[in-house]
């Protein structure tokens, strides 16, 4: 991981693209399994999807279960460090629904 300076710098390139805060606002509620969690995550590639997972578990935000049955199961669920963004993405949301209805979308 590269050395910043600024915090803000910091947190936005752990967690500003386009998917990891819907990623990780699904997982706020409790584990996932990948199949249901990429589906919750509306209009995200399979590519998008295993890349945004993968760069959130080496950031220690998420954590990957992987269960030895036939067919694989894999989970996905916040690490104590990624349930501190709770309070974040929950704001984010809700000033999301008040400029969606400030604006009329």
Aim: proline share 7%; charged share 25%; net charge positive.
């Amino acid at each position: 991981m590269k050395k910043h300076i600024c915090p803000l710098h910091f947190t936005m390139d752990i967690i500003g693209n386009k998917w990891k805060p819907l990623i990780l606002f699904h997982l706020l509620d409790g584990p996932l399994r990948s199949g249901i969690l990429q589906k919750t995550v509306s209009g995200i590639s399979n590519k998008m999807f295993t890349q945004s997972v993968r760069e959130l578990e080496r950031d220690f935000l998420i954590q990957r279960k992987v269960y030895p049955v036939v067919p694989p199961k894999v989970e996905y669920q916040l690490t104590p460090l990624g349930q501190s963004l709770e309070s974040i993405l929950k704001d984010m949301d809700q000033w999301g629904k008040f400029a969606m209805s400030q604006l009329e979308l």
